[in-house]
């Protein structure tokens, strides 16, 4: 063995024991009591968990009027790795008018050589052409990106639903999982004309436009079709009570519909957005924070499991010119860039919030750090977990650490984090990717580049029996052949 980490207290999704962690070429290759090596860390009074996977965090993207996200792959994944993760799922965005070939090429050059943890990318589509669909879709599936993200609303992003029953069609057919931004976008653009018209424009009033209807409208069409042709589909950061509530009712029933939601909708509020001048612009993020009724439900629902994943959705645009003020400092709600930054602070703040404050268990926390999804995302069991066999992405947390959030201690390219001021307890002290260490009580040792590009299977939904519209049964249907 290269490396042992010993006297840790190792958990996974399932299980905490107390055990050494024999590596070797990247991998683990034991676990057991006495394990010795040439290289040991000691990992006594810590806790050894898989490393975090971040699944849901823009970066080096061009948001779809030419906004481009503070991070690269360089800060990007530094900023994880300091926050506990040792793999991350960016977004690919294909705009109008680009092949996805031609988009997967671009991220590509972005990646390569910057990243110093392992990444992949889920595609974003916003122009399903007929090639798109029929050729190109398939072949990045073939190349290990096998997920993507649709949007219901933003004018230059949305797909109609007739292209979302074919997208999904695509996916169920070739084993990928759909992502799906859910937001009704009439809802929006008729409340957030009435606002503007009236000189209601200021930060505050994004929370207005956007209400809890539109999403709860949103996913529950989003199920239906996904349903209709028995699609698996993921609604990211889900943000109401009723909106997870409708997920909740949809897996009871058998249906493959996965559910995430972010730090943002359990730790901040629309007050936030309330702040003194433009302060509200650094938390307008869409679907926009809610209130705190709603994050206690939020919270009961990942406690009971809604949702399976729990991602930053860090869509860093600094407070400045080059991002939230890009339109002057009196611009509407609606020229804001939406997002706000998060993934060094996902971990932390779930840990704090949840696991010592008695909300979920460790396991769960695992399990919401890591292991659903490399499941869901098609990676696992080499990542999501620690078992003999898996890439050692291992993340060593001290789980008494108390420290207050500032802005100073962040590594990303930002200007503000939304969290500022917030004390913590349990932090990341070391993390490591394929048995190398990264990140080192606060010192990156790791070099940019080191990372690779995780080739991800289609994702196991075994287990969950979904089942199609009877109209698309030929058994049904008198006889008709329609395959979606
Ligand atoms: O406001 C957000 N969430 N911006 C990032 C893009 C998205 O829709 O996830
Ligand atoms: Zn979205
Ligand atoms: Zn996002």
């Not at 590596?23 to 057991?32: N, Q, Y």
């Not at 409340?191 to 209400?211: E, N, Q, W």
């Not at 705190?292 to 990942?302: D, E, G, K, P």
């Not at 993390?431 to 790791?446: F, N």
């Amino acid at each position: 063995m290269d490396l042992v980490i010993k006297n840790g207290t190792v958990a996974t999704a399932s299980d905490s024991f107390r055990a050494d962690v024999g590596i070797r070429d990247g991998r683990i290759v034991a676990l057991g009591e006495g394990l010795s090596a040439t290289r040991e860390i000691d990992a006594t009074g810590r806790l050894v968990l898989p490393g975090g996977i971040e699944a849901h965090c823009h970066i080096a993207q061009e948001s779809a009027t030419g906004g481009m996200t503070a991070d690269d792959y360089r800060s990007g994944s530094i900023s994880a790795a300091f926050g506990g993760n040792s793999c991350f799922v960016p977004f690919a965005a294909q705009h109008r008018g680009m092949g996805v070939l031609e988009t997967l090429a671009l991220y590509d050059s972005r990646a390569e050589g910057a990243s110093v943890i392992d990444y992949g990318y889920h595609l974003i589509i916003t122009d399903p052409t007929e090639k798109a669909l029929g050729e190109e879709l398939p072949a990045a599936f073939a190349r290990g990106v096998t997920s993507f993200k649709v949007f219901m609303t933003y004018d230059l992003m949305k797909i109609d639903d007739t292209q979302f029953l074919d997208i999904l069609s695509v996916a169920r057919r070739h084993g990928a999982l759909t992502m799906v931004h859910a937001e009704n976008s009439g809802i929006i653009r008729w409340m957030s004309d009435r606002l503007v018209a009236k000189g209601h424009t200021a930060p505050r009033y994004h929370a207005i436009s956007h209400p809890a209807a539109a999403e709860i409208e949103a996913i529950n069409r989003a199920i239906t079709l996904a349903r209709f042709v028995d699609a698996p589909l993921m609604i990211v950061h889900v943000s109401t009570d009723e909106g997870a509530a409708l997920v909740a009712g949809a897996r009871l029933e058998g249906a493959r519909i996965f559910a995430e939601t972010c730090p943002q909708y359990l730790f901040l509020t629309r007050d936030d957005l309330d702040r003194p001048g433009m302060e509200g612009a650094k938390f307008m993020c869409s679907p926009p924070l809610r209130d705190a009724a709603t994050q206690q439900a939020l919270w009961r629902h990942l406690q009971l499991g809604t949702f399976s994943l729990f991602s930053s959705d860090h869509a860093p645009y600094r407070f400045d010119a080059s991002g939230k003020l890009a339109k002057g400092p009196g611009a509407s709600f609606r020229q804001i860039a939406n997002g706000m930054p998060g993934i060094a602070l996902r971990l932390p703040l779930l840990f704090s919030e949840g696991v010592r404050k008695g909300r979920i268990t460790l396991n769960q926390f695992v399990a919401l750090a890591a292991t659903n999804a490399a499941k869901l995302y098609g990676m696992h069991p080499r990542k999501g977990t620690i078992a003999i066999g898996a890439d050692a992405d291992i993340a060593i947390w001290d789980p008494e650490e108390t420290r207050t959030v500032t802005l100073a201690d962040q590594h990303d390219n930002m200007d503000y984090t939304p969290y500022e001021g917030m004390t913590l307890t349990g932090w990341p002290v070391t993390v490591l990717s394929r048995g190398e260490v990264v990140v080192d009580a606060g010192r990156l040792v790791a070099r940019p580049g080191r990372g690779r590009f995780v080739a991800r299977a289609r994702p196991d939904f075994t287990g969950y029996p979904g089942g199609r519209a009877p109209e698309l049964d030929p058994a049904r249907n008198f006889g008709a052949e329609i395959d979606p």
